[in-house]
């Protein structure tokens, strides 16, 4: 075997890995073109590859195979860029919303520490401020 063709079933294995997680990835979120498309890039790429593989065997693979190979990548990850675009709105559309959470919350803290403040400071005015002024004038 030579270097080339152990750089090329590198290229297999690492493809194949990815295919199996964009596979894991189409049920676990909401944005499943994306990852078909990614699928669908990666499986052309593994046969593609494949084909080469037997090509340094000897055997005879058409040049117009490898070109729609090409064209097929080369749609299915244009495509998936595409949809990609939605996921990252998606994400900072989450991540406004999270924050304008975030702020709500901390004014409610605020608010209410600041009502608390209040009424201690009341309840020391009302309560232990005179008790405390009959105790000097006893004095």
Known sequence: MTGVEILVIVAIVMQSIAAFIALYLVNRTKYRALWIFCLVALITLIVERSAQLLAFDGMK??????????????????????????????????????????NRFMTAVLRTEERSRASFSRELHDGLGPLLSSAKMSL
């Open 61 to 102: 693979i058409s040049s117009l195979a490898f070109a729609w190979m090409g064209i097929i990548v080369s749609l299915s990850f244009s495509l998936a860029v595409v949809c990609a675009r939605f996921l990252v709105r998606h994400v900072d559309k989450v991540t406004f919303e999270r924050r304008l959470l975030e």
